[in-house]
Nanobody, 117 residues
Framework: VQLVESGGGLVQPGGSLRLSCAASGFTFSISAAGWYRQAPGKQREMVARISGGGLTGYADSVKGRFTISRDNAKNTVNLQMNSLKPEDTAVYYC????????????WGQGTQVTVSS
């Protein structure tokens, strides 16, 4: 099983970033998937989740700003992040497997997102 994230980086407040994750080694199309993040000194939290059928859920802190999507033909899950704030700075992890409410059986290596002027 592999989950490989890409798309992190440095962005100014108010800017946008798109994270992508390529999955392999399991039946991704029927698997729940998600994005978690961990900021320095804080607990890891789930940011967004998506079922195999496309049902989505978001943390209150990112509702209306972040959008999770998936392409089952390409085995990818994406996170479009708009109106970024400094408090969004964290390592973002792609996850898959498990259940819709806890899609965290498998984890990627993480990608750094830094929001700063």
């Amino acid at each position: 099983v592999q989950l490989v994230e890409s798309g992190g980086g440095l962005v100014q407040p108010g800017g946008s970033l798109r994270l992508s994750c390529a999955a392999s080694g399991f039946t991704f199309s029927i698997s729940a998937a998600g994005w978690y993040r961990q900021a320095p000194g804080k607990q890891r939290e789930m940011v967004a989740r998506i079922s195999g059928g496309g049902l989505t859920g978001y943390a209150d802190s990112v509702k209306g700003r972040f959008t999770i999507s998936r392409d089952n033909a390409k085995n990818t899950v994406n996170l479009q992040m708009n109106s970024l704030k400094p408090e969004d700075t964290a390592v973002y992890y792609c996850t898959a497997g498990g259940t819709y409410y806890s899609p965290n059986q498998y984890w990627g290596q993480g990608t750094q997102v830094t929001v700063s002027s």
